[in-house]
């Protein structure tokens, strides 16, 4: 079983930042896959960021097209956190951002944080 608790969230102007974090609990965070997705008022819940598992230096990152060059999802296996660094924020990322852990079948989401964008 893994815990996972967001943050970071909050009420930014459009062209600022936020740094979302993601704890996880117990002893195995290394070998989850980490992703972040969001979801919007009255929209389904989508794909924002993911990265690869491993206890390495070196992991893969993938973007969906809507945050790619503004977002960068990075974790850190000796604080079992997985984070998201939103820059240039427009209003279109509002949304309750939420953090999922894989490994193999199993999967776990946290309860999310909000992020709202003004103009």
């Known amino acids: 079983q893994v815990q996972l608790v967001e943050s970071g969230g909050g009420l930014v102007q459009a062209g600022g930042s936020l740094r979302l974090s993601c704890a996880a609990s117990?002893?195995?965070?290394?070998?989850?896959?980490m992703g972040w997705f969001r979801q919007a008022p009255g929209k389904e819940r989508e794909f924002v960021a993911g990265?690869?598992?491993?206890?390495?230096?070196?992991?893969?990152?993938y973007y969906a097209d809507s945050v790619k060059g503004r977002f960068t999802i990075s974790r850190d296996n000796g604080k079992n956190t997985v984070y998201l660094q939103m820059n240039s924020l427009k209003p279109e990322d509002t949304a309750v951002y939420y953090c999922?852990?894989?490994?193999?079948?199993?999967?776990?989401w946290g309860q999310g944080t909000q992020v709202t964008v003004s103009s």
């Open positions: 117990g002893r195995t965070f290394s070998s989850y896959a």
């Open positions: 990265i690869s598992w491993g206890g390495g230096s070196t992991y893969y990152a």
């Open positions: 999922k852990a894989i490994r193999g079948w199993r999967e776990y």
